[in-house]
């Protein structure tokens, strides 16, 4: 990828509407989930919970990451049963380099992107764009027998970071006044709302996207930094404020202890020179009393969200920086230890089961299907997910989760979360732990912890001796599934002979959506990386001229245009780009227009 040209072009909100429609008369999907990994919430069991006294209808969404960057991430995660989203941090510098690849989920989880990768106005409008989109879909008559009548209501949570210079600077202070007040931007985009969307172009869309935000502290951020930033975003944006803590609080003799001797990770080399930079626990104990007390004297509310990543040497070098970001299973442990200790330090003031205070705590370390439940039983609010979503059935793993949860709840014998949570905590307390929080860190440090050592996270993802081709492949459908992005799609191989031995589907790349992240590469079963070798289709010819590699450029009838690729090939995929299902975008309603151009 050229540093001259952005990492990723968004599409138009006409153009991801046009998919959308296209893709649900031609494949009953929508941005390549499956209808039957769409999320249906049961009537009679209600998984609601208060974010900052909103009302959220699931407990569960994407963590400030990958999947919450473009429009099309936050619909899949809204499809699968999100009703919190935790949006990507936005900073004010939003013309980062990240090296590539930057994520390896392989094993447990490490990254080394860790902002925005769209410029601070492009962020605004995708999560604008996204907030249109779930309202749209929440109307749209073909979709309610998937998502139920009511599918419940639903809060974008803005993140924004590092420091107060930048949160107060004119371009970041111009994006989160836009998402109080997104008016402006939501009438620009409703000349995009045309052809089988026309009926939603009066829409009366709530102009308020947001008006909660997480504050993410960055590894070393300094504890007046972030008492003066929170701060300021109560006082004078007049937000909810939520401050994200690091796991650097326990202390590095507790980190190491629990990640290399009882975990068995001896080859995660913890930064003890973090530990010094960041926040120190009896001074964050302070500091949660102090703005706990700032918002409540101004009317607002606060809370804490464990935890960050930890930042750890680069000892596998699949990835190129010196340092990268641990998550998955053992920061899953890490965050529940220090939730046990901040409740035990802080008693009456956490909003967790067995000290009912008003300081809300949300979570992001290691949740899965498998830990789920549990964790929610501490009192957390949400469980947002991120390393997760990263393996094989990307977002189609949201819906299985809230249907387990579903069933615990009402196996149980409870209609909702908080009886179900209620009760958990009286069987903790007559286990004899304090709190359910109590209680989860004993189980996964103790019979529980298989799931955390490195003995149960040692398995690589499946391999044939195969080295991978631009057509044919073993269709396992990883790259479709594991891309954050949703910037691979397929297509149904054609009944003629030039496909008979090149298997049942076929793999394509949007190349504006793909930022060369690398998880397609950690998850394929064969040799090679699917987002160089799958054939890459643009729909921008400024980005097709830029870049290198094979590709092909397609117009809004999609015609290819242009290709980087031999006769043969370009003809094969004209083909299957011209079939019943072949290229999802729907020309009816312009074509595969890309973001900021002309007719977008």
């Not at 919430?41 to 407990?59: M, N, T």
Request: contains cysteine; negative net charge; proline residues 7%.
């Amino acid at each position: 990828m050229s540093e001259a040209t952005p990492p990723l072009t968004p599409m138009s909100l006409g153009s991801l509407l046009g998919r959308i429609d296209h893709e649900w008369a031609s494949r009953k999907k929508i941005f390549d989930l499956p209808n039957a990994r769409i999320w249906r919430p049961d009537p009679a069991i209600d998984l609601g919970f208060e974010f900052l006294g909103r009302r959220c209808a699931s407990p569960v969404g994407p963590a400030a990451g990958p999947h919450s960057q473009l429009a099309q991430n936050i619909v899949l995660a809204w499809l699968g049963g999100s009703r919190l989203f935790e949006l990507k941090t936005v900073q004010i510098l939003d013309d980062l380099v990240i090296n590539r690849p930057c994520i390896d989920a392989e094993t447990i989880g490490y990254n080394i992107e860790w902002s925005q990768e769209l410029t601070v106005p492009q962020s605004l409008t995708e999560y604008v764009k996204a907030w249109m989109l779930v309202e749209i879909l929440r109307h749209w008559e073909p979709l309610a027998e998937f998502v139920g009548p009511d599918p419940g209501p639903h809060v974008f949570d803005m993140s924004v970071g590092y420091d107060l210079a930048g949160i107060s600077s004119p371009k970041v202070d111009a994006f989160i006044r836009g998402m109080r007040d997104a008016t402006g931007e939501i009438d620009r985009l409703r000349a995009e709302l045309t052809g089988p969307w026309a009926a939603f172009a009066d829409h009366d869309f709530d102009p308020v996207v947001s008006d909660t935000l997480t504050l993410s502290t960055f590894h070393g951020c300094p504890p007046e930094e972030i008492e003066g930033i929170t701060k300021h975003l109560v006082a004078e944006h007049d937000l909810d404020v939520i401050v994200k803590l690091n796991p650097t609080l326990l202390g590095y003799e507790t980190v190491a202890g629990i990640v290399n001797d009882e975990l068995g990770y001896t080859d995660v080399v913890v930064k003890e020179s973090a530990f010094a930079e960041d926040l120190q626990f009896d001074r964050g104990l302070e500091l949660i009393e102090e703005l706990r007390s700032f918002a409540h004297e101004r009317g607002r509310r606060f809370g804490i969200k464990l935890t960050n990543t930890l930042v750890v040497d680069n000892t596998k070098g699949f990835m190129p920086d010196e340092t990268m970001y641990l998550s998955g299973p053992p920061l899953h442990v890490l965050a529940m230890t220090l939730l046990d200790r901040l409740a035990t330090a802080l008693p009456g003031r956490l909003d967790v089961p067995g000290h009912d205070g008003d300081v809300m705590v949300s979570f992001s370390a290691g949740i899965s299907r498998s830990n789920l439940a549990d964790a929610l039983a501490t009192g957390v609010n949400p469980a947002s997910v991120c390393t997760d979503l990263l393996k094989p059935g990307g977002y189609g793993r949201l819906a299985p989760m809230l249907k387990a949860l579903t069933t615990e709840v009402r196996e149980s014998g409870h209609t909702d979360l908080a009886g179900w949570r209620a009760a958990r905590q009286i069987a903790a307390s007559a286990a004899g732990h304090a709190t359910t929080a109590a209680a989860h860190v004993a189980a996964i440090r103790g019979e529980d912890i298989a799931a955390y050592h490195l003995d149960g996270n040692t398995k690589p993802p499946r391999q044939v001796d195969h080295d991978l081709e631009m057509f044919g492949c073993v269709a396992c459908n990883f790259c479709v599934t594991v891309c954050p992005n949703d910037a691979f799609f397929s297509i149904r191989s054609l009944d003629t002979p030039e496909f008979t031995d090149l298997g049942r589907q076929q793999y394509f790349v949007f190349a504006e959506l793909c930022n060369e992240c690398g998880n397609c590469l950690t998850f394929c079963p064969e040799t090679g990386d699917p987002a160089e070798i799958k054939p890459r289709v643009f729909t921008d010819p400024e980005l097709f001229a830029a870049r290198d590699g094979q590709g092909v450029l397609v117009d809004a009838d999609g015609r290819i245009t242009d290709a980087r690729v031999d006769d043969p090939s370009r003809s094969l995929i004209q083909r299957l780009l011209d079939a019943d299902a072949g290229l999802p975008l729907a020309t009816a309603t312009g074509g595969p227009t890309p973001e900021g151009s002309p007719s977008a």
